[in-house]
Each structure stands twice: as structure tokens, then as C-alpha cells.
């Protein structure tokens, strides 16, 4: 196998174990370094075989038009809404990223962990706990509940084993026809098109959101369909911030007109903590962390290495994006 030049365009903030994991496995076979921010593009971009981009977010169109002799462009991540698709088209390097199968098992735990924290007030329960306070708040249980999953791919399927296991009951949309074995295993009660999402938002008393972010999904949960929700319902989101519409949702949590939400993605990124929505006691949050274990950024490397290779050997590489083959939906 012919030994590539890699280069990695690095997080520095995030390194460990992201950058780490890729350095480790690309390097064993390959001669990779690590962009070098401060120093010229031409040099440091002359002679790339592939680049590997931490998120898609680090590289630029005067990255891209310097890469003269990439065979690939490699994103660390699943979501590409934030990259700049279209130009690297144009110029004709191929592009493949992490799709959400190796994230899948995070996003679908800490969409459960919401559900949880959600279902027996913890926010509150600690603060009273903080305060010198027993027995309150007073929780509900999830056996017979409605969990409605928009997007049914892996995590959204992940999310529905770990629901089965509540015995919550578990009705799912996503635009595409759902293997066989996997509608065997997980037996969505309810299982629609886009059509549909309608009934699945007012039907639910947790409804998760596991969409890929484009022009057709952006605020997909918009103050309409707020409007739809039980009083009771609150909504999950691991996937983009965009996908719901931030003010109808922070109106509709401040006025009590459904029963609360658990957010790990945001719109503008990072967000306002200081802002009212986030200190009510029935809204949980996390720094877009939710798909940040070390298992999918050792996954997320492997696949990585295993792309690497094969344009080392003369293949195509996997998860092409720019070619509509690839994969977002996590």
C-alpha cells in the first residue's frame, strides 16, 4: 500500500482525545502533520494526498483551492451543513465524512439521559436538594409514554432500543424505507413518512429530534408546531440547533405551554447562558457534547484510517458526500 501524505486540520481546543485518535490512526501507515494555522497555505498544502478536516469546520475555500493534488477531503464528523460543499465541488476533490453510525450510541444515551433527567425533575430536585429539601419534586415514570423520533436513522434508532427498554412507546418519521431487521428488533408502534410529522409531534410526551440540517429541515419545530404539542411534552435536541425555531421555543417553555426540553445543539453557538429560558428548573442543557464520547472519536478516527487506506490503494473512499451518496442523518 502506497504511504499518503495526510494533513490534519486540528481543533486545538479539542485534541484530546479527537486529534489524538486521528494521529494514532492514520500514522501508521501514513506520514500525516498537523496544519499549521500562523504559517503559509501553498507550502503546507503542496503535495497532499489527503486532508483531514476535525468537524469540517476548520477548513476554508482558500484551503480547499490550495489542495491542489488532494484526492480527498476527509470530515471528522457527521453534519456538513456548516461546510462549504459547493466550492469543493467545484474544484473536484471528492469528500467524505464520519456519518452518524459512529456516533450513534452517544446521541441516543444522552437523548435517554434528557428523557430521564427530564421525566424526574432533576434540575429542580437538586436544587432542592441544595436548599435542604426532601421529597419533592415529584416525578413521572416513562413505562407507557409516547417517545416521538423525527429522523429514524442510528441514533434515532439508538435512542428507540434504550426507549424499549422503559417500555415507552415509540412512534418515528424519517424519509426513507427502514430495513426489515431493524423494524423487527426496535417494533416502532408508529412508523411514518414526513407527511406525518404532524401526528407524531401532537401525539408525543417526548418527541427527540435525530434530523440531518438542510433547507428542507431547518426549524422544523416551529411555532406551529409547538402549538401541537401536549402541554406536558418536552422536546430533545442532540441534533442541530437550527432545526427548531429558538424564540417560539423559549416563548412557548417562559409562558409554561409545554412541559419542558432538553438541548445539547443551539442556534448560535455557543449561546447566551445568562438568558431566561435557560434558568427555568424544567430545561436541561449540555455544550454540544452529546455526541462527544472517546468510543465515537476512536470510531470516528478508524474510519478515518480505513478511507486513507483506500485511496492508498486506489479505491474510492466511503460516505462520499458530494456525490449524494453519502450519509448526515445520525
Not at 411514518?192 to 426549524?219: K, M
Not at 448560535?268 to 449540555?286: A, C, G, K, M, Y
Amino acid at each position: 500500500m502506497k504511504r499518503l501524505r495526510v494533513l490534519y486540520l486540528s481543533e486545538p481546543r479539542q485534541f484530546e482525545p479527537w486529534g489524538e485518535d486521528v494521529v494514532a490512526a492514520v500514522g501508521v501507515n501514513h506520514d500525516l502533520t498537523i496544519l499549521d494555522p500562523q504559517a503559509p497555505l501553498g507550502p503546507q498544502f503542496s503535495g497532499i494526498d489527503v486532508v483531514v478536516d476535525h468537524g469540517g469546520s476548520i477548513g476554508t475555500p482558500e484551503m480547499m483551492d490550495a489542495a491542489t493534488d488532494a484526492q480527498l477531503w476527509q470530515i471528522v464528523g457527521t453534519g456538513f451543513d456548516h461546510f462549504p460543499l459547493s466550492h469543493i465541488v467545484s474544484l473536484g476533490i471528492p469528500v467524505s465524512n464520519c456519518p452518524g453510525t459512529f456516533s450513534a450510541v452517544a446521541l441516543g444515551e444522552s437523548a435517554m439521559m434528557f428523557i430521564l433527567m427530564l421525566a424526574h425533575g432533576y434540575r429542580s430536585g437538586f436544587e432542592r436538594f441544595s436548599r435542604g429539601e426532601l421529597y419533592e419534586p415529584v416525578g413521572r415514570e416513562l413505562q407507557g409514554a409516547v417517545l416521538g423520533i423525527l429522523g429514524f436513522g442510528a441514533s434515532g434508532q439508538e435512542l428507540a432500543r434504550r426507549a424499549n427498554a422503559f417500555g415507552m412507546r415509540v412512534h418515528a418519521i424519517d424519509v426513507r424505507d427502514i430495513e426489515a431487521d431493524i423494524l423487527e428488533e426496535i417494533r416502532p408502534e408508529f412508523l411514518g413518512t414526513p407527511d406525518d410529522v404532524d401526528r407524531v409531534v401532537s401525539e408525543s410526551d417526548y418527541l427527540s429530534l435525530h434530523l440531518h440540517l438542510n433547507a428542507e429541515t431547518r426549524h422544523t419545530i416551529d411555532a406551529p408546531r409547538i402549538s401541537l404539542m401536549k402541554s406536558t411534552a418536552c422536546l430533545i435536541n442532540v441534533a442541530r440547533g437550527a432545526l427548531v425555531d429558538e424564540a417560539a421555543l423559549h416563548e412557548a417553555l417562559i409562558e409554561g405551554r409545554i412541559g419542558g426540553a432538553g438541548l445539547d445543539v443551539f442556534e448560535s453557538e455557543p449561546p447566551d447562558p445568562t438568558q431566561p429560558v435557560f434558568q427555568l428548573p424544567n430545561v436541561v442543557v449540555t455544550p454540544h457534547t452529546a455526541g462527544c464520547t472517546r468510543e465515537t472519536s476512536r470510531r470516528r478516527a478508524e474510519c478515518v484510517a480505513e478511507n486513507v487506506d483506500r485511496i492508498a490503494q486506489g479505491l474510492e473512499s466511503l460516505y462520499r458526500i458530494d456525490s449524494g451518496t453519502g450519509h448526515a442523518n445520525g
